[in-house]
């Protein structure tokens, strides 16, 4: 019997296309940001967020991945902003070819900001690069504070890192700072924010770090 093993070549494939997608950006002066997360984590309301406060400065863009529907791309598109749905159809995440096609449909000209809201699961995206320049992870406490361990390769490859709904951690008996800590344990360098869309100073740390990363595209595109 032959055992044969696709996994690597899928992986190898994707990696590539990521790593096109990745260059097309930056000849734009892109800065790309792969949001995920699972279903209720906050990841639509974090996008949302960073849009309200950033659109007035920068041209945004944003690809809503999904299986089927195309609720969050809605969400988006009333706040002004161009959207793509990416509908994996059974596929659990995105992959570099589906951003690849999206970029088609996208005026990268005019562009500054790219969100892409991955497909909601903890498992599934980790393993697929897309082109991004940082690759964020949200987690709600709802979820119960013992979900960073459970699910750890996506917090170990995560560049930033967002505990999300802090303000309901009494009412879902989760401690945030036991799931720092966990988050830490296993990714000890990756920043890791605390957030609520009632704080605003929460919000606030959030939407810095996208324009940290859209100064530095700048400057990239301007050398």
Known sequence: MHVIHMGH?????????????RKNLDKHGIFAVNVMGAIGSGK????????????????IAVIAGDVIAEMDASRFRKLGV???PANTGKECHLDAKLVENALKEIDLENTDLLLIENVGNLICPVDFKLGE??????????EGDDIILKHPMIFKTAELAIINKVDLAGAVDADPEKMHEDILS??????????????????ETWIGFIEIGLMKAKEGKSN
């Open 82 to 84: 161009p959207t793509v």
């Open 133 to 142: 320049h940082l690759r964020v992870v949200a987690v709600s406490v709802s």
């Open 186 to 203: 296993l990714n000890p360098d990756v920043p890791v924010l605390l957030t609520s869309k009632h704080d605003w100073e929460s919000l």
């Open 9 to 21: 070549d899928v992986f190898k494939a994707n990696d590539k296309l990521a790593e096109k997608n």
């Open 44 to 59: 639509t309301t974090l996008i949302e967020e960073a849009i309200k406060h950033l659109k007035d400065r920068y041209r």
